[in-house]
């Protein structure tokens, strides 16, 4: 088992930065990859990016790439999303997950609140 607890998010204006960090806990030893998800306000969880725990290697998708950056501290099992210009559209909760494996992310934290306002 993992446990996996959010920090930091909160209420930034447009153009600003954020971050937020993600605990682990547990089997943390297993874990092949960490990710960041969001869910806005009457819309489906979408997938921000991801970060390999052996060698960093990282994606994001699209709508984030040169704004927001996954890095990790493994020795703190750690992972964070540093958030910078930000738009309202990037207002949700935000959450991480992890999985021991490629396919299905098995553990989830409990999301934490990003609000850009505009």
């Known amino acids: 088992q993992v446990q996996l607890v959010e920090s930091g998010g909160g209420l930034v204006q447009a153009g600003g930065s954020l971050s937020v960090s993600c605990a682990a806990s547990?089997?943390?030893?297993?874990?092949?990859?960490m990710g960041w998800f969001r869910q806005a306000p009457g819309k489906e969880r979408e997938f921000v990016g991801v970060i390999r725990r052996g060698d960093g290697t990282t994606y994001y998708v699209d709508s984030v790439k040169g704004r927001f950056t996954i890095s990790r501290d493994n020795a703190k099992n750690t992972v964070y999303l540093q958030m910078n210009s930000l738009k309202a559209g990037d207002t949700a909760i935000y959450f991480c997950?992890?999985?021991?494996?490629?396919?299905?992310?098995?553990?989830w934290g409990q999301g934490i609140q990003v609000t850009v306002s505009s």
């Open positions: 997950a992890a999985r021991f494996r490629p396919g299905q992310w098995t553990y």
């Open positions: 547990g089997r943390t030893y297993d874990i092949y990859e």
